[in-house]
């Protein structure tokens, strides 16, 4: 596709239930990026990809919160027994970093507004 | 983030120009950029620029680094009605993958 896509764009789901989030990043980016980002805020960085490898989940709040990106294309963020505290908007970004790439410019999706309820 | 500061609101009349500024933290940063968020869309990129610049120059779009004080701006000249929008600086630092936002800037034109 032409951009960074990612669905749903909205999920409403109830306190205690799992949510999986899908990142469709631009065709060839290598790097692949979640952020999340609070109302009133600008985004927070939870993880990051360069093809299937994970290389830094440092921001990850807690290890109900995970991460893959099994054939180093599409990314699904999962976060487990949802709590209030994790409603916010989840947005994903993907890099190309090729050698040309001078920048290590991120390009972003719209994101997907997770309400827990 | 906290290693990134910006003031929260700016309004500008149509025509004039607008001056959105950013402190930073940390010395290492590497590249600065400015990202523009619109109601429902996502980040889109403005304009960025290495640390080892002073300014950069894009159209309407002037960016001023004083790596010193360690202070960003972006000056919009001529703004107009579309520019509002909320504007986030970002800094990266040495290993490039990690962006480090600042709150977000709104910014209100009035015709």
């Known amino acids: 596709g032409a951009g960074v896509s990612q669905s749903p764009r909205y999920k409403v789901t109830k306190r205690g239930q799992d949510v999986a989030l899908r990142c469709d990043p631009i065709?060839?980016?290598?790097?692949l990026y979640w952020y999340r980002q609070a109302l009133g805020q600008g985004p927070e960085f939870l993880t990051y990809?360069?093809?299937?490898?994970?290389?830094?989940k440092s921001g990850l709040p807690n290890d109900r919160f995970s991460a893959e990106r099994p054939e180093g294309s599409i990314s699904t963020l999962t976060i487990q027994r949802t709590e209030q505290r994790d409603s916010a908007m989840y947005r994903c970004?993907?890099?190309?970093?090729?050698?040309?790439?001078?920048?290590?410019?991120?390009?972003f999706g719209p994101g997907t507004r997770l309400t827990v309820t | 983030g906290e290693d990134v500061e910006q003031s929260l609101f700016l309004s500008v009349r149509e025509g004039d120009s607008s001056v959105i500024n950013c402190t930073y933290t940390?010395?290492?940063?590497?590249?600065l950029y400015w990202y523009k968020q619109e109601p429902g869309a996502g980040l889109q990129l403005l304009t960025y620029?290495?640390?080892?610049?002073d300014m950069k120059q894009d159209q309407r779009l002037t960016v001023l680094l004083n790596k010193k004080d360690k202070h960003l701006s972006l000056r919009i000249a001529d703004t107009q009605t579309g520019d509002s929008a909320i504007y986030f600086c970002?800094?990266?630092?040495?290993?490039?993958?990690?962006?480090?936002f600042g709150s977000g800037t709104k910014l209100n034109v009035k015709p």
């Open positions: 990809f360069n093809y299937e490898a994970q290389q830094d």
């Open positions: 065709s060839g980016h290598v790097s």
């Open positions: 970004a993907s890099s190309d970093h090729a050698l040309a790439s001078s920048s290590y410019e991120q390009y």
């Open positions: 970002a800094e990266s630092r040495y290993n490039f993958n990690k962006f480090y």
């Open positions: 940390d010395s290492s940063s590497t590249y």
């Open positions: 620029i290495f640390s080892n610049m």
